[in-house]
């Protein structure tokens, strides 16, 4: 049985969003990520320096973090939203690669300046907003000449973007822009395996 130590955010939907596209059983343990004593031995075994999401498969022995890996892990092992062609492989790791470390680098400060510090001046929001639809507008042109981030086929790298973009639909909302992208969550939303990992844990 796979097991997942995870909570409601992107870094933990992306897992459940993965397991669930893939059709894999698992049992998902809910982790309150800012409270360490309720961490559990198991997962702080695996995670000493308890983040989540935390991954343990027991059929194969694999215990790993890093929700990015855990993806890749998965689709490799199951061979599925990852093709295994040099080019069309490049271009998906290309993407997941944009995800980690330029979506995830202007969302992640929005986070931390608006839930934990309510003094942060507005123009520093807003330049870390500005940041976020710049690159979000990557994707967005990318979808206006595919129907997914890699082409006309679903990838991981659409999985992993999904949850960042999903959560920040409010200042989509605001900002407004980036048709493409819009229709591409909604073509995402719609997926049972999306919305399944959605509500997970
Ligand atoms: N790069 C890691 C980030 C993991 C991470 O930052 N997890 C956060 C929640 S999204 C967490 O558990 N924070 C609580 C803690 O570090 O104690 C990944 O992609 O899995």
């Not at 995830?104 to 929001?125: K, N, R, Y």
């Not at 981030?149 to 990838?155: H, P, R, S």
């Amino acid at each position: 049985m796979i097991q997942i130590w995870s909570a409601r955010t992107t870094n933990g939907l992306r897992v459940s969003i993965m397991l669930e596209e893939l059709g894999l059983p698992y049992r998902a343990h809910a982790v309150d990520i800012d409270d360490p004593a309720t961490k559990p031995a198991e997962m702080m075994a695996i995670a000493p320096h308890g983040a989540i999401p935390v991954f343990k498969d027991d059929a194969t022995g694999i215990a790993m973090t890093q929700s990015f890996a855990i993806m890749q892990h998965l689709c490799e092992q199951e061979g599925r939203f990852l093709p295994k062609a040099p080019a069309a492989r490049a271009l998906v790791l290309q993407w997941m690669s944009y995800v980690m470390t330029d979506v995830i680098s202007a969302t992640h400060p929005i986070f931390v300046l608006t839930s934990e510090f309510a003094d942060t001046p507005a123009p520093i929001i807003a330049h870390y907003e500005a940041r976020l639809l710049r690159f979000l507008g990557q994707a967005d042109a990318q979808l206006a000449a595919t129907p997914y981030l890699c082409g006309d086929e679903v990838t991981v790298a659409d999985f992993a973007l999904y949850p960042t973009a999903a959560f920040r639909s409010r200042l989509l909302d605001r900002a407004g822009g980036l048709p493409h992208l819009r229709a591409w969550m909604r073509t995402m939303a719609a997926r049972p395996g999306v919305a399944r990992g959605m509500a997970v844990p």
